[in-house]
């Protein structure tokens, strides 16, 4: 079953903060974070594995948290390169089976 | 290093043709995948892998087969294609079976089915 994620969209200037949501009925052993540019191919952001651990680009900040499921993506003072549309995916207990979300696209202007 | 490699980039099949998608990573990883993109829906899980002789069905493995004989390879075939088939489809490898990895994607193949 598909993680869900909330907002579906944000309209940004450049500077501001966003938080992105995901959420899922099912116990998660991991949260994995794309970013999606138009036309081209998802590139990795970060992993969230339970018991805290994170693999990822020090930039990007996110929490995990295991009781509610949950995991959110914080992005502060956007820049316009950070456009795209984003998505969450979870996976099984051996990280293998990644279930994407259907996106929260994330407009930056100037 | 060339990554995850998909060919053809672009293709447009009638209506009951078949067509082999191919993959190919040049990473040794053990784990690679299929998705298809629809507007609104995200990437969804056709099949995946998680080595040589081993593969299992994603979200949407219907109308979809998979074989995985190297390492290298995983292509996905559609053996009658239907119109609902129009999509992008990504294919993507990951260095481990065991733990929780970055998913390398490949460019996709944009396939329209008339």
């Known amino acids: 079953q598909q993680p869900v994620q909330s907002p579906q969209a944000v309209i940004l200037r450049e500077g501001e903060d966003a938080v992105i949501n995901c959420s899922s009925s099912k116990a998660l052993y991991s949260v994995h974070w794309y970013r999606q540019k138009h036309g081209e191919a998802p590139v990795f952001l970060m992993i969230l594995l339970k018991g805290g651990e994170q693999k990822g680009h020090e930039k990007i900040s996110a929490s995990f948290n295991e009781k509610k499921q949950q995991s959110s993506l914080y992005l502060t003072a956007s820049q316009l390169s950070y456009s795209g549309t984003y998505f969450c995916?979870?996976?099984?207990?051996?990280?293998?089976?990644?279930?994407f979300g259907k996106g929260t696209t994330l407009s930056v202007s100037s | 290093n060339a990554g995850v490699t998909q060919t053809p980039k672009f293709q447009v099949l009638k209506t009951g043709q078949s067509m082999t998608l191919q993959c190919a990573q040049d990473?040794?990883?053990?784990?690679m995948s299929w998705y298809r993109q629809d507007p609104g829906m995200g990437l969804r899980l056709i099949h995946y892998?998680?080595?040589?002789?081993?593969?299992d069905q994603g979200e949407v493995p219907n109308g979809y087969n998979v074989s995985r004989s190297t390492t290298e390879d995983f292509p996905l075939r559609l053996l009658s294609a239907a119109p609902s088939q129009t999509s992008v489809y990504f294919c993507?490898?990951?260095?481990?079976?065991?733990?929780?990895?970055?998913?390398?994607f490949g460019d996709g193949t944009r396939l329209s089915i008339l």
């Open positions: 995916g979870t996976g099984n207990k051996a990280g293998t089976a990644l279930i």
């Open positions: 892998s998680v080595g040589a002789g081993i593969t």
């Open positions: 993507a490898s990951s260095p481990s079976r065991e733990s929780a990895q970055p998913q390398h």
């Open positions: 990473m040794n990883h053990e784990y």
